[in-house]
């Protein structure tokens, strides 16, 4: 009986080992799957940054530090992106100011071309927007006058010159 109690108890253990072998082949092959999950979000993630889509590669990489808080490529390619948003959002602001400068100068086309530039790359659109709306009742405003210009110039030569301004040389 001592024999049959000694094998129980040998069968308990070894079962008791196996089983924290296998506890340790689960942990093994968890660790390398999370791996594998982090490295596809971090590739992915660097996808969208080439592709100049920062906030998604921001997105993307927050994901892998929820796998692994202190993962340490993921918080250097978070830092690189927001610097690189942050120099967009600045080359907008100064494709704004330009664009309303154009425009207080009385250059409605460069002004137009240089404030759509700044909304493409994320000036704030308000002020772009607002911009835009005076350009287009400035010109709206200017359509009736440039059209009596045309047509008082369809007459003969001399009265379209004296009505064109004059050109300083």
Same mark, same amino acid.
């Given at each position: 009986? @001592? ?24 942990d093994? @092959?968890?660790?390398v ?22 906030? %998604? ?6 994901r ?5 808080? @202190? ?10 992106a927001?610097s ?10 100064? =494709? %704004? ?34 911009? =835009?709306?005076? %350009? ?13 210009? =045309? ?13 064109r301004?004059q050109?300083?040389?």
């Open positions: 009986t @001592s024999a049959i109690a000694f094998a129980i108890l040998a069968a308990d253990f070894m079962s008791e080992a196996h089983r924290h072998d296998i506890g340790h082949t689960d093994a @092959s968890s660790a799957d999370r791996d594998a999950k982090i490295e596809q979000l971090l590739l992915l993630g660097l996808d969208h940054y080439f592709a100049a889509r920062y906030e %998604l590669a921001i997105n993307v990489w927050t892998a530090l929820f796998i692994d808080r @202190s993962h340490p490529r993921a918080r250097a390619y978070i830092d690189r927001r690189a948003l942050a120099e967009r959002q600045r080359e907008s602001e100064e =494709l %704004l100011q330009n664009g309303v400068a154009a425009f207080q100068r009385g250059e409605s086309d460069e002004a137009r071309r240089l404030i759509q530039a700044a909304i493409d790359g994320g000036a704030p659109s308000e002020e772009a927007l607002a911009v =835009l709306e005076r %350009l287009n009742r400035l010109e709206t405003a200017a359509s009736p006058a440039a059209a009596k210009r =045309l047509t008082a110039c369809r007459g003969p030569a001399p009265r379209c010159r004296a009505r301004p050109t300083v040389r």
